[in-house]
């Protein structure tokens, strides 16, 4: 509930709620019924793969964007995660850009990738 109250006062600061629409409760449900999204935030890399099916229902039957949050190690953080979603999507996935968001233990980030999925 924090999170959502957060989200939604920075749709508002930031006058994007006619394209930003929060959506607080279980993510399996929320997507059911709602217009397809063409942009998806994964912000919880504990589930983010738990969770890709629902991602994926989300988006618009043309793709979207995804930022998919999850954990990476070294020496190559980023490449398990991307071939994760290529797998387990069965979609096209183009890698738009990866970060390193912070360090969560030795050896260990939080990352982030932007992919478009089509």
Do not use: Q, W
């Amino acid at each position: 509930p924090e999170a959502y109250r957060y989200m939604c006062e920075n749709v508002r600061l930031n006058r994007v709620g006619d394209k930003v629409i929060p959506i607080l409760g279980d993510a399996r449900e929320a997507v059911k019924g709602i217009e397809k999204a063409d942009r998806v935030l994964m912000p919880l890399p504990e589930k983010a793969r738990e969770f890709l099916d629902t991602a994926l229902t989300a988006l618009k039957p043309e793709g979207g964007v995804v930022h998919f949050y999850d954990f990476g190690r070294e020496p190559d953080p980023f490449s398990p995660s991307l071939h994760f979603l290529k797998e387990k999507s069965g979609r096209r996935v183009e890698l738009l850009g990866a970060r390193k968001l912070r360090s969560y233990a030795p050896r260990c980030y939080h990352i982030v990738l932007d992919v478009a999925i089509s």
